[in-house]
Nanobody
Framework: QVQLVESGGGLVQAGGSLRLSCAAS????????MAWFRQAPGKERDFVAA????????YYADSVKGRFNISRDNAKNTVFLQMSSLKREDTAVYYC?????????????????WGQGTQVTVSS
């Protein structure tokens, strides 16, 4: 069992930056691929970024490539999402997720554990 707690969301102006964190409980954090998803009101939950167990493989949605960076610190059981050059369309609730599978996936239904989400609002 893994519990995930996101933090770092908030209100930011367009063009600004935010850093989201997701702290995981348990001793097996390094056994999970980790990902960030987001969900805007009235829309489906969309893939944002993912990172492999060791942190060497990273994957991004086209909409955030070059602006967002996912990283992890296995010693601290934490995964991060550094967001820069934020746009209004980045406004959403951002969720952290963990997957026990070796192959990193962009499909939300494949993830085993989810955090409660953190709100990111980008104003113009």
């Amino acid at each position: 069992q893994v519990q995930l707690v996101e933090s770092g969301g908030g209100l930011v102006q367009a063009g600004g930056s935010l850093r989201l964190s997701c702290a995981a409980s348990g001793r097996t954090f390094s056994s999970y691929a980790m990902a960030w998803f987001r969900q805007a009101p009235g829309k489906e939950r969309d893939f944002v970024a993912a990172i492999g167990r060791s942190g060497t493989g990273t994957y991004y949605a086209d909409s955030v490539k070059g602006r967002f960076n996912i990283s992890r610190d296995n010693a601290k059981n934490t995964v991060f999402l550094q967001m820069s050059s934020l746009k209004r369309e980045d406004t959403a609730v951002y969720y952290c997720a963990a997957d026990r599978e070796i192959v990193v996936t962009r499909i939300p239904q494949r993830y085993d554990y989810w955090g409660q989400g953190t709100q990111v609002t980008v104003s113009s």
